[in-house]
């Protein structure tokens, strides 16, 4: 069942705020969540997790992102805080976020004990991500060794209601003492930094503590930040800090606007803490995924998408989501095809405002992407492999792998696909928005320069087809491959799509085309080169068993059997090294299936499934990008069960890290990946005509899965099974 | 706090003079005294003894022997019980024992020591040794990280390089929380490579402190032991460390023994 809705998302959840109105001012002044569906839970410590909890527990809101660090921090905590779009450059290396001053660095020591995870006895200990509100909570009980037991309790958080504040609030309880308190709460690193970039980052704090008698004493009393408590047994103190954190990216006078802006912020803790719950909740209310029966799968799903939205800022269109997001260092907020592929389709159908601003960053890093191409030697847009802030391709020449084998990374000027994918993303939009302004006034030209470079790119061969040589596809085990049937495939929807929308742009807004194509000098046959090219592109496809070849000798590779290799914990490449898969038939993604699962409605069914029962038993898996996809396929080709086990593989790759997949950062591709495998794939949701239509596989464990979703402007339920909603409401008493 | 001390039980066998020159390396590197101990069935003067060693006698010149009466490895323990050496430095096997992976006393001796063990292969001779290599095999698992201690102490000390060697186990990963193996996911090896060779470096280190040594980290897969001989040849490896969890049946144990039985190099066997 699809419904139109009349209007935006209903309001809800007035529990939390009702618990909250009764709190005592020396408590914290939120609630946590007590629903598992919108939980994580971290009981106790082990010291070595240290880095994979810091990134599952990061909290953002687009502009900023946080790490979950331990306050008073641990042998091995990597506390660190980016901004979106603030890169720091160094000679000879790529651009990476530059992380700013810890400000939830705090250390407490009682009568001259350092209050610590290492020292003493934890009588309980758990961290809890409140995904529901976008908080993080700590809930401590300690005991040192001469008997003493501190209560601790913390919450924090990076408001998504004000993108600059960032708020912390501690509260300390002596259970079976009195003594004296020290608390330590200065910042480390500099308030301001300038970053090798030229950014300037400003942070502003401000602290206030409350005594026993519920007295606080306000910033301007702390001596930079420290402060001497007497405790006395049974009461509870509360330290609240705000932080500022303003760049030269959005003003001129970063320091002066983050100094007036925490003044104003630290009178009212709560009233920041409040709006900032109910903006996750608004979120919330626009981009949940509810799914019946199955607990594990809700709670994965809602982790995939508290962690999209807290990577995306729709107020700024010059950032986009890099592969980690904001949660960890790895892949130095660098910004991959994972963004327009994996990521977009659930900003596009729930939050339509961010999913413009990643495509405009595409937009506006569009003259990197022709000053490379033009550098190659082609016309049009080729755009970076891995980007930062100006577009400028950043992936790193080589890599010294851990056997000592010095690596030539090839992407950068292989992985030529992204062009297409980047162009596919604006399509979608586009079509799943009907943003005619964005199409004509930034779309058209993406879609222009993509074509223009495949155009110059393919070259026609004595066949009298047109050819690409020497490239990279998805599948990255197999490179310099001619022929590539993802990178042709996409060249070809490029190509087309680019002469349609030209046509259509032409016709209904005259005006604006004829200043587009002066502007780009496009001649009045170019598009119809495009189709032409397009036409007589090889595809690799053979008619007769109706399988694309992934490239150009494929099927001449020696064929491994997987199955042999089952269980295993490593990538094939490391198992038979990167020679010997070189030269098999093992592939680390869907390549062939890609190309089925994006251009499904081109494709006959016998076609798909010919395709998907060909490859998927090749496929090593050994990207985070391929289980859910082919979970994804499965479920569109009526293979549940298959696709609920890739989708649980999917599931688990940053949640049951055991083996520390996640120390970096979470796996944002992944968990866009997961969100389509659930919605583009076990409820079918498909856009193949004026309006969405749905061919649901669900999980048999999944009762009912329902959402909503926005198309062309107007929100959209889908519920399933059909009736669900209602049965259920029938069977509650 | 007294002068640490290395224990190193002699049998009078000029096979067991091979422990000598490992054992006086590892002396100067840990500051450390060397306690000569020879067990007999009668006892034996120091001079007795050097007359059963012939011209090679002239090593123990300037240590004093400590000679014991019983059997030899009960006698080790117990004066390791009461010297608390830092760690015993000892023959692989006697002459008679030649072909076996462990003699009897070096066996009873690894079981029950309370400090890590040097096994120095007898075919090694008289040479000269060095420490400028130590090649360490690794889980993955914080257990191992804490066991590495002593030998990540030894190496700083040394000025030599530590080699971790992590043999990936295709088939299943270590339960232990907070164990950290061979990525499942290689999105992009320029960025998951370094990562991930930071982070076992890291880990390894919030448990057994690093301090300025120099560490490699290399990754490989298939049999532990095999890698690890390979890489010892091909590194010059001085010195192998393995972290032992004291269950010596099989299947356990499958790497110390193999390593044992190949080496050419001494290995000290720490415990978990």
């Known amino acids: ?733 | 706090m007294s002068e640490p001390i290395i224990l190193v039980p002699l049998d009078g066998s000029k096979q067991a003079l091979a422990a000598l020159p490992v054992a006086k390396v590892l002396g100067e590197i840990e500051r450390a005294a060397l306690h000569i101990l020879h067990v007999g069935e009668h006892e034996l003067a120091g001079d007795e003894l050097r007359s059963r060693l012939g011209r090679e006698a002239s090593v123990l010149d300037g240590f004093t022997i400590d000679a014991r009466v019983g059997t030899p490895a009960v006698e080790i323990l117990q004066v390791a019980g009461e010297i608390k050496p830092r760690m015993i430095v000892m023959c692989k096997h006697s002459g008679a024992e030649r072909g076996k992976m462990l003699g009897r006393t070096a066996m009873k001796v690894l079981h029950d020591a309370p400090c890590p063990v040097v096994l120095v292969p007898p075919e090694r001779g008289a040479t000269p040794w060095h420490l400028h290599h130590v090649l360490v095999p690794h889980d993955g698992t914080p257990s191992t990280s804490a066991a590495l201690q002593p030998a990540a102490e030894l190496a700083e000390r040394g000025r030599a390089e530590l080699l971790v060697v992590h043999v990936t186990d295709i088939r299943a990963a270590p339960a232990e929380p907070g164990s950290l193996t061979t990525p499942r996911y290689v999105d992009q090896p320029q960025h998951e490579w370094p990562a991930w060779t930071s982070e076992f470096i890291n880990r390894l280190a919030c448990v057994c402190p690093l301090g300025h040594l120099h560490v490699r980290i290399v990754l490989a897969h298939g049999d532990t032991a095999a890698e690890v001989l390979r890489l010892c040849k091909r590194q010059s490896t001085d010195l192998i460390v393995l972290a032992w969890r004291k269950i010596w049946e099989a299947p356990h144990a499958a790497t110390l023994k193999d390593i044992l039985r190949e080496a050419h190099c001494p290995i000290m066997v720490v415990r978990t």
């Open chain 1, 1 to 733: 069942m699809v419904d139109p809705l009349s209007g935006g998302p209903p309001a809800g959840l007035p529990e939390l705020r009702a618990r909250q109105a009764s709190l005592h001012l020396a408590q914290l002044p939120a609630v946590p969540t007590g629903d598992p569906g919108w939980i994580l839970v971290e009981e106790g410590f082990t010291l070595a997790r240290e880095h994979e909890v810091e990134s599952l527990f990061a909290i953002g809101n687009g502009y900023a992102g946080s790490r979950g660090s331990l306050a008073e921090g641990s042998a091995l905590s990597a506390p660190a805080t980016f901004v979106a779009g603030v890169f720091d450059s160094k000679p000879g290396s790529a651009p990476e976020l530059a992380p700013t001053a810890d400000w939830t660095h705090l250390s407490t020591t009682i009568d001259g004990q350092p209050l610590r995870l290492d020292r003493g006895h934890n009588l309980e200990h758990r961290r809890i991500l409140d995904m529901r509100q976008g908080i993080l909570w700590r809930e401590w009980r300690h005991q040192d060794e001469a008997g003493r037991i501190t209560q601790l309790r913390a919450l924090r958080l990076v408001s998504l209601a004000d993108h600059h504040l960032l708020v912390q609030c501690v509260t300390i309880m002596p259970e079976n003492f009195s003594g004296r308190l020290f608390i330590d709460a200065t910042m480390t690193g500099p308030v301001v930094q300038v970053t090798g970039s030229g950014t300037t980052v400003a942070m502003a704090v401000a602290r206030r503590v409350m005594d026993h008698a519920e007295r606080w004493t306000p910033s301007t009393e702390l001596v930079e930040g420290r402060q001497s408590l007497e405790l006395r047994l049974g009461k509870t103190y509360r330290l609240d800090r705000i932080v500022a954190l303003h760049t030269s990216r959005d003003t001129r006078e970063p320091r002066e606007t983050a100094g007036k802006h925490v003044e104003r912020a630290i009178d009212d803790v709560a009233g920041v803490i409040a709006e900032h719950s109910d903006s996750w909740q608004a979120r919330w209310e626009a981009s949940d995924l509810r799914i019946e029966g199955d607990p594990t799968a809700q709670r994965a799903l809602r982790f995939a998408i508290y962690h999209l939205l807290s990577a995306v800022n729709p107020q700024d269109d010059r950032v986009s989501i890099g592969a980690r997001g904001l949660s960890g260092t790895a892949y130095k907020g660098h910004v991959f095809w994972d963004t327009d592929i994996f990521m977009l389709p659930f900003f596009i159908l729930t939050y339509p405002e961010a999913a413009r601003a990643l495509v405009m960053y595409r937009y506006h890093t569009l003259a990197a992407a022709r000053a490379k191409a033009a550098r190659l030697g082609y016309r049009g847009a080729f755009y970076a492999w891995e980007s930062a802030d100006s577009g400028e391709d950043v992936t790193p020449p080589f890599v010294v792998a851990p056997d000592g084998q010095v690596v030539q990374i090839l992407t950068g000027e292989q992985e030529q696909h992204i062009s297409a994918d980047v162009a596919f993303g604006v399509w979608n939009y586009w079509q799943a928005t009907g943003d005619d302004h964005f199409l004509v006034e930034a779309g058209t030209e993406i879609l222009i320069e993509t074509a223009r470079f495949w155009a110059s790119r393919a070259e026609r061969e004595e066949d009298g087809r047109y050819h690409i040589r020497g490239v990279i596809g998805p599948d990255e085990y197999h490179e310099t491959v001619d022929d590539n049937a993802y990178t042709n495939g996409m060249a070809q929807w490029n190509l087309e799509v680019a002469a349609e929308t030209t046509n259509l742009v032409a016709e209904r807004w005259p005006g604006p085309w004829q200043a587009l194509s002066h502007r780009l000098g496009i001649e009045p046959e170019e598009p119809h080169r495009w189709q032409q090219v397009a036409r007589d592109f090889y595809t690799g496809f053979d008619e007769q068993t109706g399988l694309f070849e992934q490239f150009r000798g494929y099927f001449g590779l020696e064929d491994i059997d997987l199955a042999a290799f089952v269980p295993r914990t490593a990538p094939m490449d490391v198992l038979l090294s990167r020679e010997r898969i070189q030269r098999s038939k093992i592939i680390k993604q869907p390549d062939v299936v890609m190309l089925v699962y994006l251009l499904w409605e081109r494709m006959p069914p016998e076609v798909r499934k010919a395709n998907f029962e060909y490859y998927e038993p090749r496929c090593g898996h050994g990207s985070s990008l391929s289980p859910a996809i082919h979970a994804l396929v499965a479920a569109r080709l009526g293979d549940t069960a298959l696709a609920e086990r890739y989708f649980r593989q999917a599931a688990e790759i940053d949640l049951a890290d055991s083996m520390g997949n996640a120390v970096g950062g979470i796996h944002a591709g992944a968990l866009g990946g997961l969100w389509q495998a659930a919605v583009l794939g076990f409820a079918g949701l498909r856009f193949c005509g004026e309006k969405p239509e749905h061919r649901a596989n669900l999980p048999p464990s999944w009762c009912s899965l329902s959402m909503r979703f926005q198309w062309r402007g107007q929100w959209h339920e889908l519920t399933l099974p059909e009736g669900a909603e209602r049965r259920k409401a029938e069977e509650d008493p």
